[in-house]
């Protein structure tokens, strides 16, 4: 059996499956993101996690023949990178298990570990392709200065145009009185209390407010319909620097998918503006729906890991047994 674990800077998601491609349990759970919540606190929750998902499958420890990790902000401090290594130890046996990063498991999902390239934009945003053993990331540089076209960069923007639609910078959307509603504000500036005082500034609570932009794009605001426009811009960017890396030549078809909260949430927004975003780079991209989701993702790169990858029939039988979840 193999077990999937897809970390996030919201939620974690887990599940045990036998190499026939049967689900034998799922588990969700809260965020796995060390740099917010320190790795003690990423070590208790993935155990207890653990511990259930086996629990609810009636599954011993060692009946686990491999698991992979996947957490974000892996590889971006190699200082810490025994102790991520060494963070499911205690819960599965010594030598069955591999930490990496969450890419890797938006990857093997959406493209069932074939050749081609995965976007990410979910709390963060990041991209990662294979072709013919080469490996490459683009972008999930954190969001003080990175995580382009997420749902946190998103919720930035669309908090940036309330400011502005506020003092009188920007004429007054939808947006601007969408926003107002749903956080309760008395008045605008209160906006501060909400942000910097009950959210403290912190990540996964900021990206939420993406959902209101998508909102408002859907009440009409034509200002908040460009910050998604400019997201997927974004995302294709990151696309086209992965291809390049992995040297996939301009002629060859590069499959690509996607996955994380921004599309389970707006993929009928975002899909069609990545797609126009990548055919103006030349390349011959072929953007596809994902084929599973990112926790069972990380349960079929947990068997390539053991070198013992899934059969066809097994990755279809995956593919029957539910839809996409979001992490």
């Avoid at 086996?54 to 974000?72: I, N």
């Avoid at 960017?237 to 389970?264: K, M």
């Avoid at 993702?297 to 066809?312: F, I, K, M, Q, T």
Wanted: charged fraction near 20%; proline fraction near 4%.
């Amino acid at each position: 059996m193999y077990l999937g674990v897809d970390g996030g800077g919201t939620k974690t998601a887990l599940v045990l499956i036998d190499r026939d491609g049967n689900i034998r349990a799922r588990q969700r759970t809260t965020a796995t993101y060390f740099v917010a919540s320190g790795l003690g606190a990423v070590r208790a929750t993935l155990h207890a996690a653990i511990a259930q998902l086996l629990s609810r499958a009636s599954v011993a420890p060692a009946a686990v023949d491999y698991a992979f990790f996947g957490l974000p902000g892996y590889g971006e401090d190699s200082a810490l990178s025994d102790a991520l290594d060494a963070l499911p130890a205690g819960s599965l046996p010594i030598g069955r298990f591999r930490v990496g990063n969450d890419m890797v498991c938006g990857w093997a999902g959406s493209l069932a570990g074939a050749d081609g390239i995965s976007v990410v934009a979910g709390t963060g945003s990041i991209s990662y392709g294979e072709r013919a053993g080469l490996s490459a990331r683009c972008g999930g540089w954190g969001e003080l200065f990175s995580d382009e076209g997420s749902a946190y960069w998103i919720a930035v923007r669309g908090l940036e145009l309330y400011s502005r639609m506020s003092d009188g910078r920007l004429p007054r959307g939808p947006l601007y009185e969408l926003f107002k509603a749903r956080l309760a504000l008395e008045h605008d500036l209160d906006l501060c209390a909400r942000i910097y005082g009950q959210a403290n500034g912190e990540r996964a609570a900021i990206a939420q407010h993406a959902k209101l932009v998508h909102e408002a794009v859907l009440a009409g605001d034509l200002m908040a319909l460009e910050v998604f426009a400019r997201a997927a811009e974004e995302l294709a960017q990151l696309v086209e620097a992965t291809r390049c890396a992995v040297q996939f030549r301009t002629q060859e078809t590069v499959p690509v998918s996607y996955s994380g909260g921004v599309f389970d949430h707006a993929g009928a927004l975002m899909r069609p503006r990545l797609a126009a975003a990548l055919a103006v780079s030349g390349a011959n991209y072929a953007l596809r729906e994902p084929l599973l989701p990112p926790d069972i993702g990380a349960a079929v790169y947990a068997a390539r890991c053991l070198s013992a990858p899934l059969s066809s029939t097994a990755l279809e039988r995956l593919r029957r047994q539910g839809p996409l979840g979001a992490k």
